[in-house]
């Protein structure tokens, strides 16, 4: 079993998320990719508007992934509570099934960082990363730089994957929601559908509702 795992907060998921899951699935051969919504994701702590619950992150990335076969769902994070760390993730996965071949997909400009990330000697051992590379971010000479280091620090896997310059972002999608303005085409129509059901990011923490009493 060859298996991608594209993890992060998916405050919401959206298009980009889902061609990097999709070109990583075809690229390496794999038979499935699971998207993995972090529970807290140390990286966003303190974010300005706050995020999502784990519910509502996980039943979007559900939402998304219903319509590919080659997707499945992940609550991995989510149950085991706490902040989301990678080594752990993947230590669980490896004692689930040793066998399994695990690839651990990231944007190129993570791969540059992950030698900060918390044990990153734990990673490394269980998957080959996979560094999605945009022609709008980082140089690919660069990324390979940075993927060089992670091989001589830690004996790490990692590959470079070109993917097209796809400008959406979860940020602007949050701020598109907030202005009353369409995220129609930016996300999945399940996921477009959830976030105007639960009122969805249309307020920053604190802020009062329209139909509340002033």
């Given at each position: ?153 830690y004996g790490a896997k990692v590959e470079i994957m070109e993917i097209p310059a796809v400008g959406i972002s979860s940020t602007d999608i949050r701020g598109r929601v907030r202005e009353g303005r369409s995220i129609r085409y930016l996300v999945p129509e399940g996921v477009r559908r ?21």
């Amino acid at each position: 079993m060859k298996t991608g795992i594209l993890g992060g907060t998916f405050d919401p998921i959206h298009y980009a998320h889902l061609l990097i899951a999709e070109t990583a699935a075809d690229r390496f051969g794999l038979d499935r990719v699971l998207l993995m919504p972090s529970h807290i994701s140390y990286f966003k702590e303190g974010r300005a508007d706050g995020v999502s619950s784990p519910e509502d992150r996980l039943a979007m990335t559900e939402a998304a992934a219903s319509d590919n076969p080659r997707f499945l769902v992940s609550d991995m994070e989510i149950l085991r509570g706490g902040k989301s760390y990678t080594y752990e993730t993947l230590e669980e996965m490896h004692r689930e099934d040793p066998e399994e071949e695990i690839f651990y997909i990231v944007g190129a400009d993570t791969v540059c960082t992950m030698g900060t990330w918390r044990y990153p000697e734990r990673i490394f051992p269980h998957c080959t990363i996979v560094g999605a590379l945009r022609p709008d971010q980082i140089s690919r000479s660069e990324l390979e730089r940075a993927a060089e280091e992670l091989r001589t620090a830690y004996g790490a896997k990692v590959e470079i994957m070109e993917i097209p310059a796809v400008g959406i972002s979860s940020t602007d999608i949050r701020g598109r929601v907030r202005e009353g303005r369409s995220i129609r085409y930016l996300v999945p129509e399940g996921v477009r559908r959830y976030i105007i059901d639960k009122g969805l990011y249309r307020h920053l923490p604190g802020e009062k509702h329209e139909d509340e009493d002033t």
